[in-house]
């Protein structure tokens, strides 16, 4: 059976609302997926994709960074896995004929929606300069193209190589290297608007940007704290983490702003009791604020100090450093300025200090709630300094766990995708090639948008990504790329960032997940890094969109070939014929992976070394873990404001999105929705079901407008906002991060309701 046809554009977005759901997965999920799968790839590449999800001989899920565990199903899959699967293993395409028939202009007032439902992209295409359309391309005249721009540039540091985080350890380990040899460090990636703020928070403290804990310390522990996490909607198959755990007796605590139905209740849908009751996950459930963690943690901390026997004194003397500095800022905590900041009761607070003294072991989950605000380093540190209190770090069941997104974003870091490297890794690097890599750093992806902007930058290629529409300030940013000389975009789908180019423009189609990779040395597979550290193989087993594709190694190692030619001694051609080729450079390159294809044969991969899980040993400058004393900030919002954070749907992968729903928070058809609580609302005059237009309002007395939103009455925490990122991504502010991190702060914008004009 044939896929069907993608809905025409303009997608008419016309929400209908009936409220938030209590409980998630179940009978519905099921379906939905089943349906969703038909439709994109019909129904024998359904059954044969699906059954091959996170199974030990299969492909790794291209959902999310959640880790597979040893208990697998047969159907180890979860609907936003499955969405994800069929979106890329989809039997629609996007050939020359398609960009025959849609010019530039045309694909420019596509929806991103619309744009991602055309299908799989099967030929390189090009535009040159002033042409109106893309044309079909040859692999060599496009390398030369890539060429002959970057070897122009006055400085290689007026190239940026963007990383989206589903780029294979191979592959990124190839791209670092490529950037390297032709001499920079602007290596942005999409973990710069994601979980920098924990990796530079925890680097800071524990020694290691890496989380600390593995699945089986999830099911031992015996409290788990979710902060700013919506795992029902994005790490699905951790609800069943979350259920085990429960069942054997640990408690939870979620800290959200919104009530998500996940964490209230599961329906598990591998047990039929799980199916028909389900578990309620969330034990105590702390309405926080946007932005008031920082507070609510420091106080916590600061009751923990008070109470006697609480301090694990032991652990703190023996291995951590700042205490008395932590204990003097502490002190200070107050309050009514913490149930002010947060917008919680003190019975609240108590009982999570009871919960949290009662535990022996705990753990803290969080996501982009706490790393996405001006002041999201120092939140995520007043959590390791709560757990650092306890003594629940480098012990079982207890730590800390930023749950990552992509599903390779970690293992790309570690392939060294990051504009800051450690002169130890470029030291190996070096070593192991004879070249020299820059020391200076490179840009991050708001910096590298800046020097687009400024002219300081003029050719930008990414592996994988959508970077004008995940980016922050939408116009600024698309005003940014249309100046880069050259875009080179390496992509399975068709999305926004295809159709606002620089003066010349590439499309290179690449291999999916999915996909089967045979190279000249044979069938080929990739490698991956979960968010708990775990490396593990990954073999696609679908036959690719077109005989013109190419793997991701593939393409870097011909670019590399084109932009260094004879200068360059590394060996491109023999990476590309072979893949293990490039494992044996990384296992001498990069710590953790010694004899790494000899470990990667074995079923389930292998684990990378964590100094603070594995031996209570932490790296960092003093040699000991850390205890930091910020000061204590959240969000001030002026009279008549609202703080806005912007979020994803249960339809979407990021900017890829699936479908208009949004089935957990009862929204159906449509994005343009506002979330505002009800009493919020009706004070400044909206109705449920009213139109406002979202005015970003930020210091420098700048506006942003977003218009035409549907208000939702939505049992939200007070003062709050709530909608759907890429759409209000014109609303953050590009200098409007977080410090230290330079993470764009997309969960805290401060925004007027104004009435929108009528259509
Ligand atoms: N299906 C699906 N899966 C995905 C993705 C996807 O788009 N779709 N994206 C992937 C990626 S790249 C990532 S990074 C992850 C993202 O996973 P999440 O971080 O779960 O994603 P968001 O939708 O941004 O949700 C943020 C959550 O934090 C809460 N929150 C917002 N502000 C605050 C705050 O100030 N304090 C607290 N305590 N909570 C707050 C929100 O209410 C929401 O529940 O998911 C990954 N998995
Ligand atoms: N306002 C706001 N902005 C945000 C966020 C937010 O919460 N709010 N979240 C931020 C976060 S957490 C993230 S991670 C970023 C995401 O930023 P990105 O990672 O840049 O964006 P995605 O939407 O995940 O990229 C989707 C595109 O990747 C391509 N693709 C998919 N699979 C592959 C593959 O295997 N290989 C290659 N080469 N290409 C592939 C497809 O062409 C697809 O269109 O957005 C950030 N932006
Ligand atoms: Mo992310």
């Known amino acids: ?14 929400p209908e609302v009936s409220g938030p759901r209590h409980s998630a997965a179940g009978l519905p999920a099921v379906g939905h997926t089943l349906r969703m799968s038909r439709q994109q790839m019909g129904l024998a590449r359904t059954a044969r994709t699906l059954l091959k999800v996170n199974q030990k001989d299969g492909f790794d899920c291209p959902g999310c960074a959640w880790p597979e565990g040893e208990d697998r199903h047969v159907a180890e899959f979860c609907e936003n896995g499955a969405k994800a699967v069929a979106e890329e293993a989809t039997l629609r395409q996007v050939t020359p004929e398609f960009f025959a028939a849609h010019p530039l202009a045309d694909l420019a007032g596509r929806s991103g929606y619309w744009l991602g439902q055309q299908g799989r992209i099967t030929e390189p295409v090009y ?27 006055r400085s290689p540091d007026e190239a940026v190589f963007y990383t989206s985080g589903r780029t294979s350890n191979e592959a990124a380990f190839l791209l670092q290297l490529l950037a390297r040899e032709f001499g920079t460090n602007n290596l942005p990636d999409c973990s710069n608007m994601c979980h920098e703020s924990s990796g530079s928070a925890l680097t800071e403290t524990i020694g290691v940007g890496k989380g600390s804990v593995s699945l089986e310390d999830l099911h031992q522990a015996d409290l788990i704290i979710v902060a700013g996490q919506n795992p029902g909607t994005n790490h699905p198959r951790m609800l069943s983490a979350l259920e085990k755990a429960k069942a054997a007796g640990a408690r939870i605590i979620s800290v959200n702003p919104l009530p998500e139905a996940g964490l209230e209740k599961f329906k598990n849908p591998q047990t039929a009791r799980g199916m028909l009751q389900g578990t309620s996950l969330t034990d105590l459930f702390l309405q926080i604020r946007i932005g008031g963690d920082q507070a609510l943690f420091r106080l916590l901390n600061k009751l923990v100090i008070e109470t006697e026997g609480a301090v694990d004194e032991e652990f703190v003397a023996e291995h951590t450093h700042g205490y008395e500095e932590l204990a003097a800022a502490a002190k200070a905590a107050d ?69 990552r997104g992509h599903s390779n974003v970690q293992g790309d870091r570690t392939m060294g995708i990051f504009e800051r490297p450690a002169p130890a890794f470029l030291d190996a690097l070096d070593r192991e090639f004879k070249i020299t890599s820059p020391r200076h750093h490179g840009y991050d992806t708001v910096r590298a948008i800046q020097a687009l902007r400024d002219g300081e930058a003029k050719v930008f290629l990414a592996m994988g990504g959508n970077f004008v529409a995940a980016s922050p300030d939408t116009e600024v940013t698309e005003a940014a790329i249309r100046r880069a000389r ?54 696609g087993n679908l036959r690719p969109a077109g005989p013109k594709l190419l793997s991701e190694p593939a393409i870097v190692a011909r670019l590399a070939r084109a932009v260094l ?24 390159v990069i710590p953790g992976f010694e004899d790494f294809n000899e470990r990667i044969a074995r079923p389930g991969g292998f684990a990378l070394p964590h100094a603070p899980r594995d031996e209570r040993r932490f790296p960092t400058r003093t040699g000991k873990a850390n205890f930091t004393a910020a000061p204590v900030e959240y969000p001030q919002v002026p009279e008549g404001r609202l703080l806005l954070q912007t979020l994803r749907s249960h339809d979407q992968y990021n900017t890829t999105i699936y479908g208009l729903d949004d089935r957990y928070r009862g929204i159906k058809g449509g994005r343009r929705v506002v979330l505002v609580h009800p009493e919020d609302a009706r004070a400044l005059g909206f109705a449920d079901g009213d139109r406002a237009d979202l005015v970003g309002e930020w210091t420098d007395g700048t506006e942003r407008r977003a218009p035409g939103f549907r208000v939702v009455h939505y049992p939200t925490a007070r003062g709050c906002a709530a909608a759907y990122y890429p759409e209000t991504n014109v609303l953050v502010p590009l200098d409007s991060t977080a410090d230290v991190s330079n993470t764009p702060a997309s969960k805290s914008v401060i925004v007027r309701l104004e009435q929108s004009a009528p259509a």
Not at 143 to 152: N, Q, S, V, W
Not at 352 to 372: D, F, H, K, N
Not at 501 to 527: C, E, H, M, N, S
Not at 565 to 580: C, M, V
């Open 1 to 14: 059976m044939a896929s069907k046809p993608p809905a025409g554009d303009p997608v008419q977005d016309a």
């Open 127 to 153: 535009a040159a300069e002033g042409a109106d359309r893309y044309e079909p391309v040859s692999w060599e005249r496009a390398f030369a193209i890539i060429a002959e721009e970057l070897t122009a540039l």
């Open 335 to 403: 309050w009514d300025e913490t149930l002010a900041a947060t917008g919680l009761d003190r019975a609240s607070i108590e009982q999570a200090l009871a919960m949290i003294l009662a535990s022996e072991r705990t753990i803290v989950c969080w996501a982009m709630g706490l790393t996405q605000h001006k002041h999201a380093v120092a939140t995520i540190r007043e959590v390791v300094n709560l757990l650092l209190l306890r003594g629940a770090i480098g012990r079982p069941g207890a730590g800390v766990c930023p749950v």
């Open 486 to 539: 050259l875009t080179v975009h390496v992509s399975t789908k068709l999305n926004r960032s295809h159709v606002v180019t620089g003066a010349r423009a590439l499309i290179l189609p690449t291999l999916g997940r999915t996909d089967k990779d045979v190279q000249a040395g044979g069938k080929q597979f990739v490698t991956v890094e979960d968010s708990m550290g775990l490396v593990h193989a990954s073999r």
């Open 565 to 588: 030619g004879e200068a360059s001694a590394t060996p491109w051609e023999e990476f590309e014929r072979d893949y293990g080729t490039i494992r044996d450079r990384i296992a001498r």
